[in-house]
């Protein structure tokens, strides 16, 4: 199931490496847009309101060690890129233990910490308990979560990007029929849908851990490697640290602009929390585009192949800029349609068509910035990013929230922060991008004539 990053046309490459990446991550969008639509039918609007008031915090905790996969990805990557098979096998036993000690470190975290944090965010009073329990029996699996991150990280590592998307169908289709139970059934409404996702994501690693197990290929797992090596380690550290910090950044943004949005209503908040299970998936296609342009790019670096490298940026910026703007349109041409599928209230429909529409036209823009961004990450060139990511990730997006949007508080106007700060970190990274390029061409083309 491997794809070969390093020959052949590099577009149909792309596209085909791709499209399960796609596929992954529009189902995981799917899949919790049905655990909303369920809690929404089965539960009401306030579990709705619980569980979305808790979206940016989770993912602002997760990105304190998602990084790591992003290191080992790029690391393992590398070395196939350069067929270093020892090495390849060194750092997949190194990530697997990293991925469980991160997982339990997040765990503990959120089990102390969830109600403080979710009050500093202004949480609703009326949602508070329900967005608690249902933080703290989703990072009671965390261990188990974020090691299959770290799976799947090293199994696209390796070209495969087809068996982390047939591990989230499964779990997935899973996830839901547990739902219906938990919620519909048993009526245990947000903490239903935690425990749901919970063993959803158990079954997903189990298989994840089976494949590699059983593979025969440069990263089949190792009993004897399955330990932290100084080397390994402190590599994903130079490129996980970064990219956490960096991540972190935007995140940190995110909540604010969350917590922003929590203090309006109740209403706006279920708003929120829908409409974006549809813009969602316009995000998420540009992101999964920019996922595997990291790992050819980290392939192409470890072979030498700066000529791959510049045509492979080139031609995942205009993939993602057409595929993004496409499924744009199209959610924008069904909003109302799909939100009254969600919600019978004309209030939330009409709050969160606003947002839905905004973010759908202009996500293509973060697409873009994804691209180059995982590509600076590829070429070992993360302080680049780090540096980006303050300035724009927080820098900017937290001015906006703090000086433009009271000078027109609509959710199309606080979401303008998302397009403004990429826009301006794009031509940050396409200065950066460029004396990257040059420099590595320039160092390669000396050591060649040596």
């Known amino acids: 199931m491997r794809k070969d990053l390093i020959n052949g046309r590099i577009l149909n490459t792309l596209v085909i490496y791709s499209i399960p990446l796609i596929v992954t991550n529009v189902v995981q969008i799917l899949f919790h847009a049905a655990d909303v639509a369920i809690l929404s039918l089965m539960a009401g609007d306030l579990s709705v309101a619980a569980v979305g008031a808790c979206g940016s915090l989770i993912t602002l905790l997760v990105s304190l060690c998602s990084g790591f996969a992003t290191g080992a990805n790029i690391l393992i990557a590398k070395r196939i890129g350069s067929k270093d098979e020892t090495g390849v096998r060194r750092a997949v036993g190194t990530a697997l233990v990293v991925g469980f000690c991160a997982g339990l470190f997040l765990m503990t975290v959120a089990l102390i910490f969830a109600k403080r944090l979710l009050i500093l965010m202004q949480c609703q009073p009326d949602v508070l308990d329900m967005a608690v329990l249902y933080m703290k029996i989703y990072f009671l699996g965390m261990p188990f979560t974020m090691l299959y991150n770290f799976v799947a990280a090293i199994l696209r590592a390796s070209g495969d990007s087809v068996r982390p998307m047939a591990y989230m169908l499964i779990s997935g289709v899973l996830n839901v029929i547990l739902n219906v139970l938990f919620v519909g059934v048993l009526d245990l409404t947000v903490a239903g849908v935690a425990i749901a996702t919970v063993l959803s994501n158990v079954t997903s690693l189990v298989m994840g851990l089976t494949a590699l197990i059983r593979n025969h290929g440069i990263c089949k797992i190792e ?30 943004s995110n909540v604010i602009i969350s917590s922003t949005v929590n203090s309006m209503s109740t209403e706006v908040m279920t708003a929120n929390a829908i409409a974006g299970q549809f813009d969602g998936f316009v995000y998420t296609v540009g992101n999964a585009i920019a996922l595997a342009t990291m790992t050819m790019v980290g392939q ?78 590829a070429l070992r060139r993360q302080k680049y990013v780090l540096i980006v990511c303050a300035v724009c990730g927080f820098g900017v997006r937290s001015c906006w929230v703090w000086f433009v949007w009271p000078l027109h508080q609509t959710l199309s106007m606080l979401f303008a922060s998302y397009a403004v700060s990429a826009l301006i970190a794009i031509l940050f990274y396409v200065f950066m991008y460029r004396s990257t390029m040059r420099e590595y061409e320039r160092d390669s083309a000396y050591i060649s004539q040596s």
């Open 300 to 377: 192409n670096f470890g072979a030498g192949r700066f000529d791959r490298i510049r045509k492979t940026v080139k031609t995942s910026a205009l993939y993602a800029t057409a595929v993004s703007l496409s499924l744009g349109f199209v959610f924008v041409l069904l909003a109302e349609t799909l939100l009254n599928i969600m919600t019978d209230s004309a209030a939330v429909v009409s709050i969160a068509k606003e947002r839905m529409i905004f973010l759908c036209l202009t996500y293509f823009i973060t697409g873009i910035m994804e691209v180059l961004s995982f590509t600076l990450h």
């Open 223 to 252: 009993l004897r490697q399955l330990r932290i090596r100084r080397l390994e380690f402190f590599e994903m550290l130079k490129i996980g640290v970064p990219a956490s910090s960096g991540g972190l950044c935007f995140y940190v």
